[in-house]
């Protein structure tokens, strides 16, 4: 089975929800007639909404660009691989929800444990899904060693537990607000993506 339209179907699904991300984007009690420091403070209310937009937006590319990597490891796909796949776009298509819930209520323990339950479910089924095409289904190409894949595998495990919020339910005011900068997953890896020419030292798992 091709594997060009399951790249295209992801590739959909992850621009659907990186869209709907600015969607709760809206200007309160706006007048006709407002001057310019109601305006300033109208702005400076979005302040949640605009901070876990752009950690959605990178969790987003992360995701867009690990999963893009497994693609092209890819020789082909089966059923099993395509439900898996399907499961793991159903988390992300979610996630514009807990986003705006989060922008409303950027210290709300429920909430900012919702938002680390969807980044967390998403990262357990593309560990799965790399889990399956790697051992269970052999789909990957002939060419990556089992040594390279076990190496993949155990980094893509260490995602669910880099997106748990660490104190989701304390009372702690500091600890809550800390929690909501933690959701994406090791998203400092992405500086070793952007030079071509360090690709070797770069893990199979963002490739």
């Known amino acids: 089975m091709p594997k060009s339209r399951l790249e295209s179907f992801s590739d959909c699904i992850i621009a659907f929800a990186v869209t709907f991300l600015i969607y709760d984007f809206h200007l309160q009690d706006i007048d006709a007639d407002m001057d310019n420091a109601g305006m300033l403070r109208a702005l400076l209310a979005l302040a949640p909404h605009l901070s876990i937009y752009v950690i959605s937006f990178l969790v987003c590319t992360v ?19 395509l439900f898996l796949n ?17 922008g409303h209520h950027p210290l709300q323990p429920v909430v900012i444990a919702l938002y680390g339950i969807v980044c967390t479910l998403a990262c357990v089924f593309f560990t799965v899904m790399r889990w399956y095409a790697s051992f269970r289904g052999h789909l990957m190409r002939m060419d ?3 040594n390279a894949l076990r190496r993949d595998l155990r980094i893509s495990s260490c995602f669910p537990l880099s997106t748990v919020p660490p ?6 005011t500091r600890c809550r607000a800390c929690s909501a900068t ?11 993506l952007s030079n071509d020419t360090t690709e070797a030292s770069v893990p199979r798992a963002f490739r």
């Not at 995701?63 to 691989?81: K, N, P, Y």
């Not at 104190?167 to 702690?172: G, I, K, R, V």
């Not at 933690?182 to 070793?192: C, D, E, K, V």
């Open 86 to 102: 399907c499961m793991f776009l159903m988390w992300i298509a979610i996630l514009p929800f807990p986003t705006a819930l989060l």
């Open 182 to 192: 933690r959701q994406f997953p090791l998203s400092t890896r992405l500086s070793g």
């Open 167 to 172: 104190q989701p339910l304390d009372t702690s």
């Open 144 to 146: 990556i060693s089992a």
């Open 63 to 81: 995701w867009w660009m690990g999963h893009h990597m497994f693609i092209h490891d890819l020789a082909r796909v089966d059923s099993r691989l």
